[in-house]
């Protein structure tokens, strides 16, 4: 974990983007390199790397990555140290024609990647529910409001809609900006070593391919100080929390005991008061609500590194997104997961959303009366549920 006692919630993002899924994915990057190079005849010897280094490791890493500015190259000292005394060929070779960049940005697209496989699985439940909350409730009506008032009967089914086309458009943003690519461009993005290596362009750009296609990630040329391929992923996680913390806040108002129209699914020990045994807080959905404000900070961080970049590779730039991106991965799966949960469990009082509506008659039906309008005022609620349903039922996921 790595901000748990003051992010709550931290553990269900599990292992990912901690100190030891990074410094494991930077040795899967290195492996499918030095794999590339001995299937190209380019390395006399490739070797297995996992299990070279391990959590005792961490601290040490840690401490040296000061030394170079980045944690690769006392990664590449540990793994060159070990692996001579079984492979010395092998030790050789690791991270021939690669440079520190490559590696890193490789290792953070492997756990960006899983990160978004996380959010999309969560997505896909959040679906299921809103789907059956739009469905069920389809001809339960209720005080819509605008402006925090009143404003014209309206169904909960078509507010579940509304929540529903949220998420659906969080996820097409998510699934646009989840296909990131290798990094592989060596020292300055030209592939110079592996060019001299191979002896050819044609053979280092397909190392670069080989490489990619073993880490099951596209290949692209190298993106150095062209980052959109991070802010659009980026910018994506924040849609999600965006349209999360959208339905959590109606979730809140709808929560209020004046108003006493929803309630989040009851755990054993959640919601209570440290000082008001009484109280029954709506705590997933203030937590949900923290991970939508805490967002767009972070991802604004990310712009404004990108937009910084220089040269063929950055000064400082680079080095601001890493714990940046950790923290906005985490905390998107958290609130996913937290949203999922609470989606599924959302309690809906009918009989409390009718005595609102009635209560506020004969205003809320002021517009109505205006229109000269004695059918029922419900307009094309039917038909804008069925839209959501059908979009939701198109999706891959």
């Keep these: 974990m790595t901000d748990g006692l003051l992010w709550p919630g931290d553990d269900r993002a599990g292992e990912l983007f901690t100190d030891a899924a990074v410094v494991a994915a930077m040795v899967r990057v290195e492996a499918a390199w030095l794999a590339a190079l001995h299937e190209h005849d380019l ?40 692996l001579d005394d079984r492979n010395p060929a092998a030790a050789k070779a690791l991270h021939t024609g690669l440079t520190s960049q490559d590696v890193l940005d490789t290792a953070i697209v492997l756990q960006l990647r899983e990160a978004a496989e996380t959010i999309k699985a969560d997505i896909s439940r959040q679906i299921v529910s809103l789907s059956g909350l739009a469905d069920r409730h389809r001809g339960t009506r209720m005080a819509g409001r605008t402006l925090t008032q009143h404003a014209i009967p309206v169904t909960f089914g078509l507010k579940a809609a509304t929540w529903l086309h ?28 592996p060019t001299a290596l191979a002896g050819s362009p044609e053979r280092a750009l397909d190392l670069v391919t080989v490489t990619a296609a073993k880490l099951s990630l596209p290949a692209r040329p190298p993106w150095h100080t062209a980052r959109a391929p991070l802010t659009r992923l980026a910018d994506a996680f924040v849609t999600c929390t965006d349209a999360w913390g959208r339905i959590a806040n109606d979730i809140l108002l709808g929560s209020r005991p004046e108003i006493g129209e929803l309630a989040e699914p009851t755990a054993e020990g959640r919601g209570g008061s ?30 404004l590194a990108a937009a910084e970049a220089i ?30 949960e609470l989606f599924d469990g959302l309690q809906v009082d009918a009989e409390r959303m009718a005595a609102t509506l009635a209560a506020a008659r004969p205003g809320i039906d002021a517009e109505r009366r205006k229109m000269g309008d004695d059918g029922p005022y419900l307009g094309a609620t039917d038909r804008l549920i069925d839209a959501a349903l059908d979009r939701a039922q198109e999706k891959p996921c």
């Design 166 to 193: 949220a998420v659906l458009d969080a996820l097409d943003i998510l699934l646009a900006g989840a296909d990131l690519p290798a990094q592989i461009g060596g020292a300055a993005g030209t592939l110079p070593a």
């Design 311 to 340: 040269d063929e590779r950055p000064d400082g730039s680079w080095h601001a997104e890493w714990s940046t991106l950790r923290t906005l991965a985490r905390r998107t799966v958290v609130a996913g997961s937290q949203a999922a």
């Design 274 to 303: 440290s000082a008001m045994p009484q109280k029954q807080n709506p705590v997933l959905s203030v937590l949900i609500r923290r991970a939508a404000l805490a967002g767009p900070p972070l991802a604004a961080t990310l712009h």
């Design 43 to 82: 390395a006399s010897s490739a070797d297995d790397l996992q299990g070279l280094v391990g959590p005792a490791d961490l601290p040490q890493l840690a401490r040296d990555a000061e030394g170079g500015g980045n944690p690769v190259i006392p990664l590449l000292k540990l793994l060159r140290a070990r």
